[in-house]
């Protein structure tokens, strides 16, 4: 005969805990310090919330995503894009709100070419991105999973992009 026991009581409450949910939204004026103050906002909310995931993809990503809206921002009018940054059941998710209405696709572009890779990173490094219409425009986001432990966190690092889609010969 096989019994078992009851689980204790503090692995019951592990196991049906809410996952905790943090957020917030900072505004960032358009222009060649966005990249920046965005990497900086998001390094500061994962040493601060403690999120286990890579830092190098997360802000190589957020910089790609805040870049791309700058530079296809419509029209003179608009002064800023907003930057939506988010904790919840294992994954950091990063928005990056616009005016613009065109929708992205990742690009092909030859080897030589000195820009239009970044969605390609977006895609490959992390671990879902998308985007969605908003009544301002479109947001465009990615998320990375939270990483088991410290020995795994490069792991992205390493990943493999071809080559001949990255850098010119």
């Given amino acids: 005969m096989t019994t078992m026991a009851p689980p204790r009581p503090a692995e019951r409450h592990e196991r049906h805990?809410?996952?905790?949910?943090?957020?917030?939204?900072?505004?960032?004026?358009?222009?060649?310090?966005?990249?920046?103050?965005?990497?900086?906002?998001?390094?500061?909310?994962?040493?601060?919330?403690?999120?286990?995931?890579?830092l190098d993809a997360a802000l190589l990503l957020t910089s790609e995503l805040v870049t791309n809206a700058i530079r296809h921002e419509a029209g003179q009018g608009a002064q800023a894009v907003m930057l939506a940054i988010a904790s919840s059941r294992g994954?950091?998710?990063?928005?990056?709100?616009?005016?613009?209405?065109?929708?992205?696709?990742?690009?092909?572009?030859?080897?030589?070419?000195?820009?239009?890779?970044?969605?390609?990173?977006?895609?490959?490094?992390?671990?879902?991105?998308?985007?969605?219409?908003?009544?301002?425009?479109?947001?465009?986001y990615f998320t990375l999973a939270f990483e088991p432990d410290s020995e795994h966190r490069s792991r992205r690092a390493a990943v493999a992009v071809p080559a001949a889609r990255l850098a010119p010969p």
């Fill in 17 to 54: 805990a809410r996952p905790e949910r943090r957020g917030c939204r900072v505004r960032l004026a358009t222009g060649p310090a966005a990249p920046a103050e965005a990497r900086r906002r998001v390094r500061d909310v994962i040493r601060s919330w403690q999120v286990p995931v890579d």
């Fill in 91 to 140: 994954r950091l998710r990063v928005d990056v709100h616009d005016t613009s209405r065109s929708l992205p696709a990742v690009a092909e572009v030859p080897a030589d070419a000195e820009t239009g890779r970044g969605l390609l990173l977006v895609e490959t490094l992390s671990d879902e991105w998308g985007f969605y219409r908003t009544p301002a425009g479109k947001a465009v």
